[in-house]
């Protein structure tokens, strides 16, 4: 009986698939595919009869037949196959109404789960994604979702068979994969929690990063569970420090002392603990939670600096932290990640005490060793008090500074930092801006220098550059220490070279904060072109060729200065990027000066320095020298100097390059339209080059820009 129904059940599916896929090839736009469809589908019709008869049969010898038929069925000619089609037709609409239905009632249930899940209400989120389950079985999103309520109760093994139905709806549900891998952690399952994460970099390549965390969360917490195996194995067999280490512990977890009992007692436990036994033991004996949850100790912390014993309790703290953290990410990990301590290694790093705040700075560097230590910094510190503390840092010795400095550049080349500062900038400024204000003279160069060159390249991001740019403090900030560095290059050569790059970033953001601060900027880079130094040379070149446009006031004073010869110097002399911002001067002072354009005539007769630059492979030089050859042209009897060259070939192969900066185009035409202007027998050449096609082109880069 059993075996019939198996056998009635798997006929039943077949059928389900055959007649699918002949509607699907009844509605194929093939013709061929449509008409062998119809033909199979009458096959099937002229079956249905002999079929019934074998079915009728097979129950009257079991002798299960209930009632028999009323009527009898109609012969296989009178059955309509539009008619089956329609009825098929139907009862697939009415399945797809009803899943619409359910789809509706199965979001608003995982939305009342989701709300359950924020509250904390694990239970009643569990139980609403199970009623929307019942309308809706193969909603990945929800056996997801439920797996995740199961893991904060602590059910591991629903969470993982969720996840397992979930794959069954979409075998590519990084979702699930996460969890699971989560799921196999917690149960220590870790060779299959690493397998789960590395399937979600299979699926999906992008998530690289986070799926290194992952696994570096898998490695860390197997390195932890053998170091725990171990320490009680050492601790069972009577080593006297790990004894020692939880018997004062227990000593330690006694409330209500006087401060000097806790400080005294985690002075010798803090020398007891010198290898990874008696760290792992610090952390299964709850050494964390026994000093930080202690209302003596917090009390200490809190009005360090009233009394030398309480200042002793706190560096005592401070340094066990270091003797049990030190090369243990684990014991790392827990420290950080509560809350309270985390907030308060942040808070005793702007400490008044200065042992205290020395303290905690030397354990701020340790955790700061590792990826992980970095991490752990990044995600759960006050990172823009830190900041505050890390900058403050400056007024203390050439040592402390350059390694608080040097602490700063770390976090700052991590990803999330600086997602962090992006999105965080409106706070942290103040702090950079009061950098700015140093008094060069007091503070140590070298870490002034690591600082600025952090901001710098922080700066190199649009979103970060757009909101230093747009801060009046901060741009007058830079001027401001570049006026006091000023006054002694040579003491504050670095100083002066790390600031005009930061400078340089900021003259990127157009608009500038304003014209008066871009004309005071220009004049202090003019100033600087006096400079012996290369370096300088080229960075105040670099920052003046992007503030020199703001204002035909500062042009003059430029001239006045005699820039053109300078850079004129620099063409001649200087390597390809002091070219790229000697010959975009030049071009911004003959594009508006006459004077500028005679000069340049001057310095150069022949205009070979312009030339040359003309066969550069840097498209950047390359425009802004055909835009200045282009103002040249319009100083007498310079054109006619230069039928001898190949100037108009030269100009017009540029016109009607293909180069990706059409200023290139553009430049090298206008260049080209008033060569041929100033000296009509370039116009003839022109027309024997059929060069006047090239040029007309060249118009719709013209009306373009």
């Not at 006459?594 to 630059?613: F, G, P, T």
Request: hydrophobic share 40%.
């Amino acid at each position: 009986m059993d075996a019939d129904r198996e056998k009635d059940l798997q006929k039943f599916l077949k059928n389900v698939d055959e007649i699918s896929n002949l509607i699907q090839e009844m509605n194929s736009d093939d013709p061929v595919v449509q008409q062998k469809a119809v033909l199979e589908t009458e096959k099937r019709l002229l079956l249905m009869e002999e079929d019934q008869e074998e079915d009728e049969c097979r129950t009257t010898l079991n002798k299960t037949m209930i009632s028999p038929p009323q009527t009898a069925m109609k012969s296989a000619e009178e059955i309509n196959s539009e008619a089956f089609l329609a009825s098929v037709e139907k009862d697939a609409k009415e399945r797809a109404k009803r899943r619409r239905e359910n789809k509706v009632l199965a979001d608003a249930l995982k939305e009342k789960g989701n709300e359950a899940f924020a509250e904390g209400n694990y239970e009643t989120a569990i139980l609403r994604y199970s009623e929307g389950l019942e309308k809706l079985k193969d909603m990945k999103v929800l056996y997801t979702n439920r797996a995740q309520a199961y893991m904060k109760l602590e059910d591991y093994e629903k969470a993982l068979v969720d996840c397992e139905w979930a794959l069954k709806c979409d075998e590519k549900c990084t979702k699930a994969y996460f969890h699971m891998g989560k799921a196999n952690l917690a149960l220590k399952n870790y060779s299959v929690s690493r397998e789960c994460y590395k399937k979600i970099l299979e699926i999906n390549p992008k998530l690289q990063t986070q799926v290194k965390d992952y696994l570096n969360q898998v490695d860390l917490q197997e390195k932890a569970d053998l170091q725990e195996k171990e320490a009680h194995e050492l601790l069972d067999s009577g080593k006297n420090t790990a004894v020692t280490t939880k018997n004062l512990l227990e000593t330690l977890s006694k409330p209500d002392q006087i401060p000097l009992f806790y400080a005294g007692g985690i002075e010798i436990l803090t020398e007891m603990i010198n290898e990874c036994t008696e760290q792992t033991l610090f952390r299964t004996h709850n050494g964390f939670s026994i000093i930080s949850d202690n209302e003596v100790i917090r009390r200490c912390f809190s009005t360090a600096g009233n009394d030398a014993v309480e200042e002793m309790v706190c560096v005592s703290v401070l340094k066990l932290w270091q003797a049990v953290c030190s090369g243990n990410e684990e014991n790392q990990r827990v420290l950080v990640m509560h809350h309270d301590r985390a907030r308060l290694l942040a808070a005793l790093l702007s400490s008044e005490v200065l042992a205290i705040r020395q303290q905690s700075f030397a354990l701020l560097l340790q955790l700061a060793q590792t990826e992980s230590g970095r991490s752990l910094i990044i995600n759960h510190l006050d990172l823009t008090r830190l900041l505050e503390a890390l900058v403050s840092f400056l007024d203390f010795s050439d040592k402390e500074a350059n390694t608080a400095m040097g602490l700063f550049t770390d976090l700052a080349l991590e990803e999330r930092f600086q997602v962090w500062f992006q999105a965080n900038l409106p706070g942290v400024l103040p702090a950079l801006t009061g950098v700015l204000k140093t008094d060069p003279k007091v503070s140590s160069s070298s870490a002034l220098c690591q600082c600025i060159t952090v901001m710098g390249n922080l700066s190199a991001e649009p979103t970060t550059r757009r909101h230093m740019a747009a801060c009046e403090e901060f741009g007058d900030g830079c001027l401001s220490l570049l006026a006091r560095c000023e006054e002694d290059v040579d003491l504050f050569r670095e100083v002066i070279y790390t600031l005009l790059g930061l400078m340089m970033n900021l003259c990127l953001q157009a608009p500038f904060v304003s014209e008066v601060w871009a004309v005071e900027v220009s004049r202090r880079c003019l100033s600087l072109l006096n400079s012996q130094d290369g370096g300088i040379l080229t960075r105040a070149a670099g920052v003046l060729s992007r503030t020199l446009s703001s204002s035909l006031k500062i042009v003059e004073e430029a001239l006045r200065a005699g820039v053109v010869k300078k850079m004129m110097k620099f063409l001649k002399t200087g390597g390809e990027t002091a070219s790229r911002y000697a010959i975009k001067i030049l071009a911004i002072c003959t594009n508006s000066y006459h004077e500028a354009r005679e000069e340049v005539i001057r310095l150069d007769k022949k205009l070979s320095v312009m030339m040359k630059l003309l066969s550069s492979e840097d498209e950047v030089l390359v425009g802004n020298a055909a835009l200045c050859l282009g103002n040249c042209m319009e100083v007498p009897n310079v054109a006619s100097s230069l039928l001898k060259t190949d100037v108009l070939q030269v100009l017009l192969k540029l016109a009607g390059s293909d180069t990706q900066k059409t200023a290139v185009q553009v430049n090298a035409g206008i260049a080209l339209g008033k060569l041929c202007t100033a000296e009509p027998r370039f116009a003839a050449q022109l027309r024997k080059l059929h060069g006047l096609e090239i040029l007309n082109s060249t118009m719709k880069y013209v009306s373009d820009s």
